[in-house]
């Protein structure tokens, strides 16, 4: 059996070290872009939701009958309001921006809390918070 000269040999070496880069450089190439498009819609999604809020405009802890208005220009959804004792109740209410929606919560004494999200036009849900503490001007005394 006759060998290979050492100059093929060297060749060949070179060839299949750079094919072997160019495959790894490729396929690097293509995850970094994937990555980068998901992070880049990622960030426009905090962005477009940024300050987003429940705006809780009347709150009577006594008969938990809540008014809360959209402030943002995305859709925001209302999950559930919680009391300060852990107490809570579902609400799924969705709110256009800026309208206005009256809607049973949870009974408190001191806090309300409502939690939610912000739907970004991308389809990503950011959650977002709205509160009513007693003394505040949203706080309808019983």
């Avoid at 559930?80 to 969705?94: F, H, L």
């Avoid at 806090?111 to 739907?119: A, P």
């Amino acid at each position: 059996m006759k060998a290979i000269s050492p100059l093929i040999g060297a060749v060949l070496l070179i060839a299949f070290t750079v094919a072997v880069a160019a495959i790894v450089g490729v396929f690097l190439t293509t995850m970094t872009r994937t990555t980068v498009g998901g992070v880049e819609r990622g960030v426009a999604g905090q962005a477009e939701c940024a300050g987003a809020y429940i705006d809780v405009l009347q709150y009577n802890g006594t008969s938990g009958r809540l008014v809360t208005r959209n402030p943002t220009s995305n859709r925001i959804y209302i999950i559930t309001s919680m009391n300060e004792t852990g107490g809570s109740v579902t609400i799924n209410a969705a709110l256009s921006p800026g309208t206005i929606n009256s809607t049973l919560a949870t009974v408190a004494s001191s806090r309300l809390t409502l939690t939610g999200f912000c739907e970004t036009i991308g389809g990503q849900n950011i959650s977002i918070m709205g509160s009513c503490v007693r003394g505040q001007g949203c706080w309808v005394a019983p």
